[in-house]
């Protein structure tokens, strides 16, 4: 080979980028040449996130046939990338390549107790990043001004303090806050409480207590200081058994039918 083709293909090699990886065109980023299954794993979680792939075309602004094609291997535009990422709340890096903070810079991603299966079958309670994020600023304002990290993001179950918290709303709680106060609603132990409080958790922990089995109650104090639990829903009796706080309830919300 000549000295002329051996500069020329060194040269090549330079501006190439190595064989396992390529150039993202939407983005001008290096991403491994297998990573487009991983980019569609990321799509598809973003559909999840708001609801259904379909949601998700809609507030990109294209059709289901265009997601569907970007999950089968086509790669969208710089700006379709972008309103993907907007859409979704997360990153284009992130979007793109997998790589960096999954958050917008500037938010807090809240966690969320989930079941996770072990290697062996087993199932474990666990702390995991929601799809949740919010500013320090918001996080501030809430009752007491809680630290990101004592924050604690749940779905409500049952029915027990309808209609002001309902089953499926999105409960946050201050785990760090753990004082017993009138008046104030917090995130109980429910294996500390009723059976009949419990049962209410039975759709959302496996068979058994664990990180998930709380319910949610008001604290009334008695003339003599201690307090009993209450519910909204007057199905449902005050409780003077003995319980165990985990923290307080700082803010709730749920969808609009």
Partial sequence: MSKRAIRKRASR??????????????????????????????????????????????????????????????????????????????????????????????????????????????????????????????????????????LILIRATGDAMSPLIKAEDLVLINSADKEERDGIICAIFASSVSQKAADEMEGMRPGRPGLMSIVIRTLQQRPDGTYRLICENPRFPPSDDKYQVYGRVVWFARNLV
Avoid: C
């Fill in 13 to 150: 090699d330079l501006k190439a980028p190595p064989a396992q990886t390529r150039i993202d065109e939407a983005t001008n980023l290096e991403v491994e040449s297998t990573s487009h299954i991983a980019f569609a794993e990321r799509l598809r979680g973003l559909g999840k996130k708001i609801g259904s792939l379909s949601a998700l075309a809609r507030k990109t602004g294209v059709s289901d046939s265009t997601i569907h094609l970007w999950l089968r291997g086509s790669e969208p535009s710089r700006e379709k990338l972008v309103s993907l990422a907007k859409a979704g709340g997360v990153t284009v890096e992130w979007l793109a390549t997998g790589r960096g903070s999954e958050v917008v810079e500037g938010y807090t991603s809240l966690k969320m107790p989930a079941w996770i299966t072990n290697p062996d079958g087993s199932l474990e309670g666990r702390f995991v990043k929601s799809d949740f994020a919010v500013k320090p600023e918001w996080i501030e304002r809430l009752p007491g001004s809680p630290k990101a990290g004592a």
